[in-house]
């Protein structure tokens, strides 16, 4: 018996979990469903039907867990809620400042349905709010850090290709190494954004644009550069292909706290990770949300979840003796 | 309503956990016992009672889980099972290969009695286990590699401390840096157990012990030392009390792993802990632990529970609705 996967939106993520689910051979992709003509979408997985998306509820049947790979801005505010009719289903709903309101709509539809809604999996949120949970749960006394990169950011990027005369942009999150060894030396720090992180700015521009304009216009965008030192170099399409194709990303979760009789004792914990591909890595999380999701329906569970509400040996493909035996 | 918990055991882990109840507002230590007579133990928290060890059942009433702080190699085997008959307990057994059988006799007395009995808590067993399995579910294609240190092993100090001549002893685990970066880089390394770890060894020997003899014994020694590069350094009592009485630890959990339809994209998990005190902080996990099993009693769970059946949440004095607010 293998968890039948369905999946919602054939982009990088959808791609990523097709790719996830060949390495769990306890999951087989059943489904593939999709905003294009299905004629036009072609997969890796041999004989998996690839369905309209508007036809998922008659699909209901052949899919254990949907895994929904749209965007956070408006495909999952809607999608979310409106498949957790027919699917268990698991999203990576990345809107910080909106998962109250998110998880509120898809708990009420999961909830009238019977099905089990997970949200917000990947890394953050995701693998990086569990280990915010877990070092605050054991050192209550103390502060935790996040730092992001290096890696990607999309819409940076994109932000700069907006502006006037760019042909192509690519922009990095870099963490500043001082203030990470200021984190780690449990200092306890007070960091403005500036000292966190920086960023560096990859720009194709065409012929006979005015760089100098072009630089001022990043660094003085409001919201996304402007509270930041950002560098700007200008490249070629050629090296932008050849250098910076990739979506690497990752980051660090650090808690620094203090135990002890008077607090003379000191603790960190931190979290890293140097991740190739951003989406891929993000899929991968899926992929193993989702095996909880099956099994937290077999046990009669309904409603909206998150990555806190799930026993880690659910997302394991091993048994709990076997848990036990070699991994405690 | 306050978690009660009690102690069993004052030593440096029961020391631990008492410090680290302070820090939870929602817990309250209700019963100390000991072992000593009583009379003998002087503890921090003003009002709360020292009963005999021998008269805990008498105290069930008083506590709602009881934090077992012996050691693993005699005391818990027989301290866990028994006390549970009749509290909810938490304990830290750490001898890794026999985990399976202290299971099976633990949760044989928890079911019998209807109580909740978490073993193996800390963080190795513990928070290292949890890191192992959630990068293992997240990428199944890969290797996990565990560090220690840099720290102090007890067990290495004391059989060094049991060879002629010697008066005390301290000895270092150090995680190698080149293994580390090799682990790291991703190129999924074999590493033997010399290429990992080396060993520091402080000294103090009597006045005219023969040092080389001291210093043979200890890197031939078997098990202990024989397959590491070790280093011996004598120095004297005064330098010892002054740089050496601290219990400090950690280590690293690492997973290199590949992703994507021809695994061409490498990831790296690394999860670290720099701990100045490796009692305080295993207490520390101790009574967030007992947090949990509070909670899962009050589910009406019973039986016997590691790390992995907790789900996260259960973990943390906040809310489900505050945790997914300010820290998905």
């Keep these: 018996m293998t968890i039948r996967i369905g999946i919602m939106g054939y982009g990088n993520l959808g791609r ?6 060949r390495q769990n051979p306890d999951m087989e992709l059943t489904a593939v469903f999709s905003r294009r003509n299905p004629e036009d979408v072609s997969i890796l997985t041999e004989g998996t039907p ?32 409106k ?18 309101q998110h998880f509120a709509a898809v708990d009420e539809a999961a ?11 990947g890394w953050d949120p995701g693998m990086f709010s569990l280990n915010r949970l877990y070092a605050e749960a054991i050192l209550p006394e103390g502060e935790t850090y996040t ?39 449990g200092s306890a720090p007070e960091l403005t954004t500036r000292q966190k992180h920086t960023r560096l700015v990859y720009v194709v521009a065409e012929e006979g644009a005015d760089q ?29 292909a ?22 003379e004792n000191h603790h960190v ?34 409603g909206a979840r998150t990555v806190f509400d799930i026993a880690p040996a659910w997302l394991s493909i091993k048994s709990p003796e076997e848990l036990r035996k070699t991994m405690l």
């Design 269 to 302: 914990v931190e979290y890293k990770l140097q991740l190739d591909s951003n989406p891929e890595f993000t899929s991968s999380v899926l992929a193993a949300v989702a095996r909880a999701v099956y099994r937290m329906s077999e046990m009669g569970m309904n």
């Design 147 to 185: 730092f992001w990169g290096t890696g990607v950011s999309q819409g940076h990027s994109d932000a700069v290709r907006r502006i006037d005369g760019v042909v192509d942009a690519r922009q990095y999150t870099i963490p500043v190494e001082e203030a990470l060894d200021a984190v780690r030396s």
């Design 212 to 240: 100098s304009r072009i630089t001022e216009e990043i660094v003085t965008m409001k919201n996304y550069f402007d509270e930041y030192d950002t560098t700007v170099k200008f490249i070629d399409a050629e090296e932008m």
């Design 83 to 100: 498949y957790a009719e027919f699917f268990n289903v698991v999203d990576s709903f990345d809107t910080h400042a909106n998962i109250p």
């Design 50 to 81: 690839v369905y309209r998306a508007d036809d998922a509820a008659a699909h209901a049947d052949e899919v254990d867990v949907l895994i929904i790979c749209g965007g956070s801005a408006t495909d999952l505010p809607e999608q979310t809620p």
């Design 111 to 121: 909830k009238a349905s019977g099905k089990v809604a997970l949200i917000s999996a």
């Design 242 to 263: 050849r250098d910076h194709s990739g979506m690497p990303h990752g980051g660090f979760v650090i808690r620094s706290g203090r135990t002890g009789k008077d607090r």
């Design 16 to 21: 990523g979990v097709e790719c996830a689910i």
